[in-house]
């Protein structure tokens, strides 16, 4: 069974940093695969936040775009988002997103919560 294991969520102050890992198989692991972080807040439906696309561009939302960095390690499988000037409406639960070969998989997501 495939598992994404994200960390690096916790409370922090509207500005601060935050920075999370996915830790993803090497069976699924490719820079040809999207790879992708999307968030879910309480009452709302899951959106994209940023991804690799499958040639390896970057793609952010809007909301986003400026303050959080999506990076991979290919030597330890690992997938990061840097989140930077975190605002309240950050607030959500992350999830580490991976699509190989027509299947999606997804991790059990990690919870930020930027409240001061």
């Known amino acids: 069974q495939v598992e994404l294991v994200e960390s690096g969520g916790g409370l922090v102050q509207p500005g601060g940093s935050l920075t999370l890992t996915c830790a993803v198989p090497?069976?699924?692991?490719?820079?040809?695969?999207?790879m992708a972080w999307y968030r879910q807040a309480p009452g709302r439906e899951r959106e994209l936040v940023a991804s690799?696309?499958?040639?390896?561009?970057?793609i952010y939302a809007d909301s986003v775009k400026g303050r959080f960095t999506i990076s991979r390690d290919t030597t330890t499988n690992t997938l990061y988002l840097l989140m930077n000037n975190l605002k309240p409406e950050d607030t959500a639960v992350y999830y580490c997103n991976i699509q190989n070969s027509g299947s999606t998989y997804w991790g059990q997501g990690t919870q930020v919560t930027v409240s001061s």
């Open positions: 690799f696309t499958s040639g390896g561009a970057r």
């Open positions: 090497g069976s699924i692991f490719s820079r040809h695969n999207v």
